[in-house]
Every structure is written in structure tokens, then in C-alpha cells.
């Protein structure tokens, strides 16, 4: 009974497609490039933008006139 039992088993077992033989796969071709020392600039593009986000409003907290500027401005 017991061999009956693993003859039967062994059958379905071996002729699940889990255990069939399957194909060996082609091989990819792939290229090859071969690595070299160059120099690199320092350069880089930026995405931005050319309008201010948000606005800032500058007020005097005091009430008078402004009689000499005591700064430069740099552009």
C-alpha cells in the first residue's frame, strides 16, 4: 500500500510544471565602457524663479524725516 501510495505521489510530483526542466535563459548582451580620469567644470543649470514669493512692506515705527543716509547700497 505504501507504494502505491509514493508511486502516485512521485507521479504528480515529477509532472508539475514547478519541476519541469526549464529552458536556460539567453544571455543579455551589454555594453562596456572603460573608465577615464577627465576633468570636470564646476558649472550647473538651476530652475528658479525671477519673482519674489511673498512682499515685505518696510515702515518707520517712528514719525520724523530721514535727514542723511549713513549707508551704500550694493547691487
Do not use: H, Y
Not at 502505491?4 to 548582451?29: I, L, M, R, Y
Not at 580620469?37 to 524725516?65: H, L, M
Amino acid at each position: 500500500m505504501r507504494e502505491v501510495f509514493f508511486t502516485v505521489v512521485a507521479v504528480f510530483a515529477f509532472n508539475t510544471p514547478a519541476f519541469a526542466q526549464q529552458q536556460p535563459s539567453s544571455a543579455v548582451s551589454v555594453g562596456v565602457v572603460k573608465a577615464e580620469r577627465k576633468p570636470v567644470a564646476k558649472a550647473g543649470d538651476f530652475v528658479g524663479r525671477v519673482e519674489a514669493i511673498s512682499r515685505v512692506e518696510i515702515r518707520a515705527r517712528i514719525t520724523g524725516f530721514l535727514e542723511a543716509q549713513l549707508f551704500k547700497r550694493v547691487i
